[in-house]
């Protein structure tokens, strides 16, 4: 898998994000295997303190639908199918396989449904409509397609929904002047910072970014 370096970057300082990492528990014992063999492997997943606060986001959240873009070996849909079904999207066919697996083995409370192809295709689908609305919608693929996914993303969302974005700070270099960005990232970093320009001037969303991983979004609809 192509891994974006830029994500590798501490966004808070160091020696807090390896206490986080250190002390945070961990969510289960299949939880842990998955984490440690990701980790292995270079395999991108969220990292232990954004799988910390997902937990106790869809606790209090209480979702009854949950989708997801980006399975990889399916670790954080293993971890959201603890509190409602999960639909989740994968491009893939290595990465979907492995999920197969994970989804085989690992018991969830909630199924896991997944969805192989595309985002842009599935999230325009009809299909898709009739699975949701969803309570949360959870991305975490290919950075520079966020700007097309959420609009999509909105109109699948339920009432009182919360949609969730994954890796938006490029390693704290987002907001630096693009002449500093190394080239083969500079399509991220242009289409990134659109996405902070849509969500921080809309007039309907509410936004909040929090510091966890590589930076992670936070959308809801004003109400
Ligand atoms: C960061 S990993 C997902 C990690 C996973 N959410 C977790 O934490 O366990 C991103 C995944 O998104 C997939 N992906 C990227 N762009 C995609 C797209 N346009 N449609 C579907 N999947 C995509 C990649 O193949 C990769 O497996």
Redesign the pocket.
Known sequence: ?KLNEMMDRPVVMEKIVHFLRDNLPSLSDRLTQLEHS?NERR????PRETAAYLDQLLTIKQPQKIL??????????SLMAQYAPVWT????PV?WDEAEKTFETNQTTYPIHLLK????DWLNKEELKEFGPFDVI?L???KA?YIEFLPLALNLLAVNGVILI??VFQGGTIFDPIETIPRRVRNIHRKLNRLFQDVLNHPDLKVSVLPLGDGLMVITKKI
């Open positions: 898998m990701a395999v991108p997943i969220i997801e873009v980006g399975t990889a070996i399916g670790y954080s849909a999207i994968e491009r893939n990465m192809g595309d985002a842009m959870f975490d693929s290919a397609k994954d890796d």
